[in-house]
T-cell receptor, first 114, second 115 residues
């Protein structure tokens, strides 16, 4: 089974609007971390936000917030007040405490329209 | 340097040749990862180092791939007898520890093209 599923290959959002990028995950490990990365056309993976499985509150980092629904195993990224520079690929990732690797989804391509 | 550095940024090689890709992690980071990213895909795990030892090499696709990190800092990914299917972007990442809650910082990647 896929560890990370991102079902939106491409998304469009109007500048200054909010957008939600979906991510569901699969693990039997009770302790894990969830991460979102941004990959612009330059290719570098840029860390955006982290949510721990035991965190009671949703993580926030500036205009990024993570909508963590543990029972549904979802970790959606919300970007508020979209900017043109937000246009990029976005990857959801998970690392289990008992494991060594980060599992990545297939990504969502976000385009911000002026 | 401040970030993870990978060299070369681009490498074109002929089928059957040997290549080495270098990764210079963030100073002090004990955990180092190699990933491979094909066009339109997410990064695919290759190998993980904690210090000098390869703690997990389960992602290496076959014995043509090998990686070392002799002094616990710089790492080299080595590919023997390259094949056209090896063409991809090879990403290196490092993190301060290997714990589940620690983010990894990635380099710009090496784009390998096998012709």
């Amino acid at each position: 089974a896929q560890k990370i599923t991102q079902t939106q290959p491409g998304m469009f959002v109007q500048e200054k609007e909010a957008v939600t990028l979906d991510c569901t995950y699969d693990t039997s490990d009770p302790s894990y971390g969830l991460f979102w990365y941004k990959q612009p056309s330059s290719g570098e993976m840029i860390f955006l936000i982290y949510q721990g499985s035991y965190d009671q509150q949703n993580a926030t980092e500036g205009r990024y917030s993570l909508n963590f629904q543990k029972a549904r195993k979802s970790a959606n990224l919300v970007i508020s007040a979209s900017q043109l520079g937000d246009s990029a690929m976005y990857f959801c990732a998970m690392r289990e405490n008992t494991g060594n690797q980060f599992y990545f989804g297939t990504g969502t391509s976000l385009t911000v329209i002026p | 340097g401040a970030g993870v550095s990978q060299t070369p940024s681009n490498k074109v090689t002929e089928k059957g040749k040997y290549v080495e890709l270098r990764c210079d992690p963030i100073s002090g980071h004990t955990a180092l990862y190699w990933y491979r990213q094909s066009l339109g895909q997410g990064p695919e795990f290759l190998i993980y180092f904690q210090g000098t030892g390869a703690a997990d090499d389960s992602g290496l696709p076959n014995d043509r791939f090998f990686a070392v990190r002799p002094e616990g800092s710089v790492s080299t990914l080595k590919i023997q007898r390259t094949e056209r299917g090896d063409s991809a972007v090879y990403l290196c990442a490092s993190s301060s520890t290997g714990g589940g809650g620690t983010e990894a910082f990635f380099g710009q990647g090496t784009r390998l093209t096998v012709v």
